[in-house]
T-cell receptor, first 112, second 112 residues
Framework: SQQGEEDPQALSIQEGENATMNCSYK?????LQWYRQNSGRGLVHLIL?????REKHSGRLRVTLDTSKKSSSLLITASRAADTASYFC????????????FGAGTILRVKS | AAGVIQSPRHLIKEKRETATLKCYPI?????VYWYQQGPGQDPQFLIS???????DKGSIPDRFSAQQFSDYHSELNMSSLELGDSALYFC???????????FGSGTRLTVV
C-alpha cells in the first residue's frame, strides 16, 4: 500500500460484538476518511475526520485520530451481519495534493 | 440526491482492444479522480482533473489517457488492453480541498 498499514487484515466477530480496525499513515494529512466496500461493489463513504479533530461519531461508528502517532481507529459498536464488508481508510495527504491514498483494508466478517 | 454516475457498469474486452469509461461527477463538483482497484487490492490513484485540467497523476500506464470535458464529465481511455487491466475502475468527485469525496459505483472491466 502507498499509505501504510491497516490492521487487522481480517476480523471475524459475532453479531453484537464491537469491531475495531486500525489504520496508520506516513506523513501529514489534511483529513482521513473511512470507506466501506461490499464484495466487488462500490466504495461507500462512512466518515471523515479532519487533522485538527480527535474523535468523531456517526451512528454506531466512532473514529479517532492521533496525529502524533499517525494513526486512526474505526470502532463499529453492536455489529450486525450486514456490517460484513471490507473497510478502508484513506488519507488526503498535504504533500500529494488532494487525491486519496488508500490503506490495504480490513475484511470484517460478522457472524450471526 | 445526484451521485457520481459511471458507465458502463460492466465491460468485457479482449486483449489489445480499447475501452472507454465514462464518469459524470456531482454537479458543481470541480475535481474528478480516477482509481483502479485490482482483485483483493486497495484502490490505486490513477489521475485527477481540476476544472478540466489535469491536476495530478498517479500510477497510470502510458496506454491509458483521460480527459475532462466542458460539461465536467470525464472519460478514461485504455488502449492495448492487457489481462492485468481487469479491475474495478472508480471515479470520484469533490467540490473543494476540505474533503467530501463521493465515489461512483465503479466500472468492472474484464479483459479476456
Amino acid at each position: 500500500s502507498q499509505q501504510g498499514e491497516e490492521d487487522p487484515q481480517a476480523l471475524s466477530i459475532q453479531e453484537g460484538e464491537n469491531a475495531t480496525m486500525n489504520c496508520s499513515y506516513k506523513t501529514s494529512i489534511n483529513n482521513l476518511q473511512w470507506y466501506r466496500q461490499n464484495s466487488g461493489r462500490g466504495l461507500v463513504h462512512l466518515i471523515l475526520i479532519r487533522s485538527n479533530e480527535r474523535e468523531k461519531h456517526s451512528g454506531r461508528l466512532r473514529v479517532t485520530l492521533d496525529t502524533s502517532k499517525k494513526s486512526s481507529s474505526l470502532l463499529i459498536t453492536a455489529s450486525r451481519a450486514a456490517d460484513t464488508a471490507s473497510y478502508f481508510c484513506a488519507t488526503d495527504y498535504m504533500e500529494y495534493g488532494n487525491k486519496l491514498v488508500f490503506g490495504a483494508g480490513t475484511i470484517l466478517r460478522v457472524k450471526s | 440526491a445526484a451521485g457520481v454516475i459511471q458507465s458502463p457498469r460492466h465491460l468485457i474486452k479482449e486483449k489489445r482492444e480499447t475501452a472507454t469509461l465514462k464518469c459524470y461527477p456531482i454537479p458543481r463538483h470541480d475535481t474528478v479522480y480516477w482509481y483502479q482497484q485490482g482483485p483483493g487490492q486497495d484502490p490505486q490513484f490513477l489521475i485527477s482533473f481540476y476544472e478540466k485540467m489535469q491536476s495530478d497523476k498517479g500510477s497510470i500506464p502510458d496506454r491509458f489517457s483521460a480527459q475532462q470535458f466542458s460539461d465536467y464529465h470525464s472519460e478514461l481511455n485504455m488502449s492495448s488492453l492487457e489481462l492485468g487491466d481487469s479491475a474495478l475502475y472508480f471515479c470520484a468527485s469533490s467540490s473543494d480541498y476540505s474533503g467530501g469525496y463521493t465515489f461512483g459505483s465503479g466500472t468492472r472491466l474484464t479483459v479476456v
